[in-house]
């Protein structure tokens, strides 16, 4: 059995949080004076603390209860206080499978922490025969597992997480931003099963609010709390909560958006791979696509002098460009700008 308060900083254990003064006194009542809250105005008061309406509403549709929602200013909120709760700095470390998201190391770097890596295996799966040993090692506190994996676009095999869950006595992180455009099942069924797992998802892709800045964790209620205790009071302001309110309330729209969106993936798969400039196309279950190329530097620059911008990862696996799949008429462009290009 996991004891997840031994996972938490001993210094954010003691910690005293501040207090808000809407966490003070979060009733309805006639007159405030009691945050120093310009008395005018139409945004001039403190936005819910705890966003009580947002996490019903994600709760009555996730159909998991609230004390195991936290809402983060993005997902990318979230993986920085996931640190400052479970990593010491200089002394405690996490383990990330590249080639993956970026922010996991650079959030590390900044909390002082160590990474330890293990690269995925040649089909952009877990690769457990080197990850296993490394949960062994001292003061591995969080594996962060992405999937669908950005930039590779793949899921990595249940069966491995499942063993990765089965077998790490740390925090696992499952990063599911892109959730929604695949045909896996998420890995917030398993927050039952497993207390030390924390799924994120986030508003900014299939539901199309990354203007919005709106993260999701699941988790187990101990780690909401902390997380809660740590946030700064007010990390989602009220804009932020009644777009995705707003947004949570036309659910029928986003899933004919995500629809459109993954027919417009598999055509563009499909047209890709007709293109002599396009060696191999990866597999994705994300709203992207990771292509390599005969000379994924110069397509870059070709895309981009036509007004095409794609992600170059060339650095990161070898003659690969990121593609997001856009509207119909952005795809066909892109198509076209490629069909021309001369190697
Ligand atoms: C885009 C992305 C995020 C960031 O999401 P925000 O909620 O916009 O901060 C997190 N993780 C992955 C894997 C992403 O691709």
Redesign the pocket.
Known sequence: MIDLSQLIRPSVRALQPYSSARNEYSGISDVYLDANENPSGTLNRYPDPFQGELKARISELKKLPASSIFI?N????I?DLLFRLFCDPGKDSVVILPP??G?YEVCAALNDTDVLTCPLDTAFDIDLLTLLPMFTEQNVKVLFL?SP??PTGNVLSPDRILEVLNQFNGIVVV?E??IDFSNTTSWINQLERFKNLVV?Q????AFGL?AA???IAYASPIIVEYLTKIKPPYNVSLLNQRAALERLSEIALVQKEIDQLKIERERLSLELTKIPCCIHLFPSEANFLLVQFTDADAVYYFLKKNGIIVRNRNTQISGCLRITVGLPKENDLLLNTLKSFNQ
Not at 74 to 77: H, K, L, Q, T, V
Not at 202 to 205: I, P, Y
């Open positions: 983060g993005g997902s990318d909120e993986i993956t998201y922010m992405c994996n950005n990063d931003a892109y994120l986030t508003m900014s892709k990354a800045r709106v993260g």
